[in-house]
C-alpha cells in the first residue's frame, strides 16, 4: 500500500490523503480515514497548513503584564498558529488576571492532544475576579508534529471583552 497526498476534499475529512491499491484491473487510488492511517504516513491535514500565524499580537505571552486592554472578539473563525514571539501553544494552567495584555486572560483546561489524537475539542476558561474559570468557550486543537493549531471563533457570547486567547514557551 502507498500513501498519496492529493488535493481534493473528500466528504467531511480535513485529511488530503488517498491509499493506492492494486485491483485485478489495475490500481485504484481511495480515500482513507484519519484513524486507519499508518504511522509512517505521509499525508497531511489541512489546518496544519491552512492557519493564520498569531506574531507580535501587541503582549499575546502569559508572562506580559498588561497596560492595556484588548480584546478576541473578532478573532476567527479560522485556525490559528502561534509563532513567534508570542510562544509557541497556550498554556494550561491558570494564567493571573491583567496578563497577556487583557483583563481576562485564556488558557487551555487540558492536556495538548498528541499527533495520534488527531483532531480534539478542548475547553478554553478565562481567568477574572479570583475565578480562574469564570468564562470559558469550546474551541479545536490539533498537534501538527512540531506545533499546535487552534480553531478560535472569538470569545464567550455573554462577555465578550476583555477576554484574549493567550500564549506561552
Known amino acids: 500500500m502507498s500513501i498519496l497526498v492529493v488535493s481534493k476534499n473528500f466528504g467531511r475529512l480535513s485529511l488530503y490523503c488517498?491509499?493506492?491499491?492494486m485491483t485485478y484491473r489495475g490500481p485504484k487510488l481511495m480515500p482513507i480515514e484519519e484513524q486507519n492511517l499508518p504511522k509512517n504516513a505521509c499525508c497531511y491535514f489541512l489546518e496544519c497548513k491552512?492557519?493564520?500565524?498569531?506574531?507580535?499580537?501587541n503582549g499575546r505571552?502569559?508572562?506580559?503584564?498588561?497596560?492595556?486592554?484588548r480584546c478576541d472578539d473578532t478573532l476567527g473563525p479560522g485556525w490559528f498558529r502561534f509563532q513567534e514571539h508570542t510562544g509557541k501553544k497556550m498554556p494550561t494552567s491558570c494564567v493571573p488576571i491583567?496578563?497577556?495584555?487583557?483583563?481576562?486572560?485564556?488558557w487551555l483546561n487540558g492536556a495538548h492532544p498528541t499527533v495520534s489524537d488527531?483532531?480534539?475539542?478542548?475547553?478554553?476558561c478565562f481567568h477574572f475576579n479570583n475565578n480562574c474559570c469564570r468564562w470559558s468557550?469550546?474551541?479545536?486543537?490539533?498537534?501538527?508534529?512540531?506545533?499546535?493549531?487552534?480553531?478560535?471563533?472569538?470569545?464567550?457570547?455573554q462577555h465578550p471583552c476583555y477576554l484574549?486567547?493567550?500564549s506561552s514557551d
Open 50 to 57: 491552512n492557519y493564520q500565524a498569531l506574531t507580535h499580537q
Open 98 to 106: 491583567n496578563r497577556c495584555n487583557t483583563h481576562a486572560p485564556g
Open 18 to 21: 488517498m491509499v493506492r491499491i
Open 137 to 157: 468557550i469550546n474551541i479545536q486543537v490539533r498537534n501538527c508534529g512540531d506545533f499546535f493549531v487552534y480553531y478560535f471563533n472569538g470569545t464567550p457570547a
Open 164 to 166: 484574549r486567547y493567550c
Open 61 to 69: 505571552k502569559y508572562t506580559y503584564v498588561t497596560t492595556s486592554a
Open 118 to 124: 488527531g483532531k480534539v475539542t478542548r475547553q478554553v
